[in-house]
Structure formats: C-alpha cells, structure tokens
C-alpha cells in the first residue's frame, strides 16, 4: 500500500460535519473520567510546586 500524501484521502467539509455533534452518550463517564484525572493531576502539581518551593526557596526570598 502507497502511504504518500497525495494518495491519502482527506475528509471534505460537509464529510468533517460529524466531528461537531455531540459525542455518544456512552462516552460521557469517560469524558468525565478523564476530566477528573486532569483535575487531579493539576492539583498534584501544584501541591508539588508548593513542596519545591519550600524545599528550595527563591534565592531573593533567602536574602530578605
């Protein structure tokens, strides 16, 4: 199989219309999974940040 750019196919405007409907409802938990991993994720970084900065503070913190 030819994989060259002029041989693949892309989809056309009124072909693309899909990918702006909602998405399956059985895909909402997952959705939501997800979004709450995110969530998570970005509070561990900032609790991490908090820690390192305790841990190595600013060298103009350490001077005043």
């Given amino acids: 199989m030819n994989l060259t ?5 892309t989809p056309r405007r009124k072909d693309s219309k899909h990918s702006t409907r909602a998405p399956h409802p059985n895909l909402f938990p997952l959705h939501a999974l997800i979004v709450a991993e995110c969530q998570f994720l970005e509070a561990l970084n900032t609790h991490k940040r ?14 005043a």
């Fill in 5 to 9: 750019p002029a041989s693949l196919k």
């Fill in 50 to 63: 908090g820690l390192m900065q305790q841990l190595l503070p600013c060298p103009e913190e350490v001077e």
